[in-house]
């Protein structure tokens, strides 16, 4: 799922190709991409894009009549300029094409248009903001609730922005377990976990910056990343051999020399099926490779 980086590079980027521009013709093609009727999205036809924010992981396109369009790419959504993919929806301004495309065959990619900024705030999380709040906005709101580190990282009614991808690597930056409690961190450690999220989203910000006029190559696994989507690799940190867990869809990976002081996290699947024999730490682990 794009995040706070990836956002961040589309909007600077349709700041360059569509700002101040007429959107001539509105095209969808699944008629499950448009989650509201009422203004009709063909109300756009003819006005001139005049904003463009960020709502925690959304786009919010400001059209000069007043409505506003919101666009959530969820995990496969991408936008293209003037790329020639079967698209889902495409937005045609009078210098080029902007087209939505999704891979695969789930369509969670969602397009709201609301006649005024009071609809956009309705459909906002209300995360905090974390490159704009102190240190002791973060801390209430980060600890207000006991959570895992990683679910209240990527739980956007608690911070905006932040999803999976990104979580992998503030944590490892910050050098705190993923399954530590949001509840049980120190003050030091909260000041350590909220300089790793700036320093971690404005990195991978400038290293997109770098990929191109328009962003192609938005996506979860970069070669630059250190733990995430590197499950058996070098941590580039201490040469550990990197570590997941497996939830559903989605994976928590993490240096167990770096980040949980030598121990294994109990993957649900793997401690399912191998009990007892689950190895707990790096040691024990290493250990039955060589026997």
């Known amino acids: 799922m794009p995040e706070y980086p990836d956002i961040i590079v ?24 448009v989650r509201t009727y009422a203004p009709p999205i063909d109300v756009l036809r003819g006005q001139t894009l005049t904003s463009l924010r960020r709502v925690g992981k959304r786009i919010a396109f400001g059209f000069s009549g007043g409505e506003w369009m919101v666009l959530h790419l969820m995990i496969a959504g991408r936008l293209h300029w003037n790329g ?37 705030a309705g459909i906002d999380p209300g995360g905090l903001e974390v490159m704009d709040c102190g240190f002791e906005e973060f801390a209430a709101r980060f600890t207000a609730a006991n959570h895992t580190l990683k679910r209240a990282l990527t739980d956007p009614r608690i911070l905006a922005g932040i999803g999976n991808a990104y979580s992998d690597e503030i944590l490892h930056w910050a050098g705190l377990s993923p399954v530590a409690l949001s509840q049980k961190l120190t003050a030091e450690e909260l000041g350590r976990l909220l300089a790793a999220i ?13 990929q ?20 058996g690799k070098p941590c580039p940190r201490c040469m550990t051999a990197i570590q997941r867990i497996v939830h559903g869809a989605h994976e928590t990976n993490y240096c167990p020399a770096c980040q949980t002081g030598g121990k294994l996290l109990a993957d649900r699947a793997l401690s399912r099926l191998l009990g007892k024999d689950w190895p707990k730490t790096i040691e024990e682990m290493e250990n039955r490779k060589k026997g």
């Open 84 to 120: 020639k993919r079967l698209a889902l929806a495409s937005f045609e301004f009078d210098n080029g094409t902007l087209t939505l495309t999704e891979a695969g065959s789930r369509r969670q990619a969602s397009v709201h248009v609301f006649s005024g900024w009071e609809g956009v």
């Open 198 to 210: 700036r320093d971690r989203l404005l990195y991978f910000t400038a290293v997109l910056r770098g």
């Open 10 to 33: 589309y909007i600077e980027a349709l700041e360059r190709y569509a700002l101040g521009r007429e959107l001539r013709e509105v095209r969808v093609t699944t008629p499950f991409l």
């Open 212 to 231: 191109g006029e328009f962003p192609e190559k938005v996506t979860a696994f970069r070669e630059e990343m250190a733990v995430h989507g590197k499950f």
